[in-house]
């Protein structure tokens, strides 16, 4: 502890000196308190976003209202500085089962996607890409993404670049036993993007309650996950704190987006890598953006980064083994 209070001490003499921040001198220290070669500081401005979104959006007007919605909100991110904005699971429309179902909104069947406006979509994720590209914005948006037929769609989370790319797309993998069985077909595999060097996850959904999804995560190295969901409405706000659980556990940043209407119970925010809230949005109901900066020079992840996070990928490789002894006492579970 006293290395580690020198060598803040180091960097706030250098700021004092020189006059720059404190995140800024940082970078100029490469060497961690064990003399090894500190990583490169990354750093990007993220917005996170509550959308209005819409569950029936079988219509043209719903869709192209949801479709508006997302592009006052990228102006609003990219107003406030953010490079990255992301958005709720179905942010382009999250039709529920009754919607689609092929005997009938009061019964239970398969979807009929036929019904959905797909040429709409289309359209309208054309005009977020354009937008994306003028405004220099990398939007990460929920949708649905369309399969030939017959095969049902991906739930899906598009990822278009600041160039109006669609440069990936994550497809939810471990659905609910409802889109399972009458709205989507599962996706395959984790999917990572970089974006101004900030390595980057994507979740969906339901996933928030399989801890393996985001320690998965963890070994392929990612700064943060964007975890995207419609279902964060419970009375507990169970989703959020689990999510800031997997932030703390695995030393990342964690940026949670939901529907606005589920604000009251748990707003959309994110959550730092000790598992508090950097930013939330307001919980009123209505669509907004948070914005917040991911630096790995910051000082509160320090630990969760650069130790933490490290020590934890040790202890997994068995390095307990040549330290565990063969003891009589240790063996008897019945004596003090």
């Not at 706030?12 to 970078?27: F, I």
């Not at 090894?36 to 993220?46: A, H, I, T, Y």
Request: proline content about 7%; overall charge neutral.
């Amino acid at each position: 502890m006293t290395a580690n209070r020198n060598f803040k001490r180091r960097v706030r003499a250098r700021a004092a000196k020189t006059g720059q921040s404190y995140t800024t001198v940082l970078r100029h220290f490469r060497q961690s308190l064990m003399g090894d070669v500190m990583p490169e500081v990354k750093r990007v401005r993220l917005a996170v976003a509550q959308s209005a979104v819409v569950e029936d959006p079988c219509g043209e007007r719903e869709l192209r209202a949801a479709a508006r919605g997302v592009r006052d909100l990228m102006r609003q991110a990219r107003a406030a500085g953010a490079r990255v904005v992301h958005f709720p699971e179905g942010a382009m429309g999250a039709p529920g089962r009754s919607a689609l179902s092929a005997a009938g909104p009061d019964e239970a069947a398969p979807a009929d996607w036929e019904r959905f406006a797909w040429d709409v979509l289309r359209q309208e994720l054309g005009a977020t890409a354009e937008l994306a590209r003028d405004l220099g914005l990398w939007t990460v948006l929920g949708a649905v993404h369309r399969l030939t037929p017959p095969h049902r769609p991906h739930n899906s989370l598009y990822v278009i670049s600041d160039q109006g790319q669609v440069v990936t797309r994550y497809d939810e993998r471990l659905l609910s036993q409802t889109k399972l069985s009458y709205l989507y077909a599962p996706g395959a595999a984790p999917l990572t993007f970089e974006a101004d060097g900030v390595r980057f996850g994507c979740l969906l959904g339901m996933e928030v309650h399989f801890p393996e999804l985001f320690t998965e995560y963890e070994c392929l190295d990612v700064d943060c996950v964007l975890f995207s969901s419609t279902g964060a409405g419970t009375p507990d706000g169970v989703f959020a704190t689990e999510a800031r659980g997997h932030a703390a556990a695995n030393g990342y940043w964690v940026s949670f987006a939901v529907p606005a209407h589920h604000s009251t119970t748990a707003p959309s925010g994110v959550i730092s890598p000790r598992g508090g809230w950097l930013a939330q949005c307001p919980a009123d109901g209505t669509p907004s953006t948070a914005v917040t900066d991911l630096d790995t020079g910051s000082e509160h992840v320090e630990f969760p980064v650069f130790k933490a996070r490290p020590w934890r990928r040790r202890a997994r490789t068995g390095i307990y083994e040549p330290h565990r002894v063969r003891d009589p006492r240790s063996e008897d579970r019945t004596a003090f």
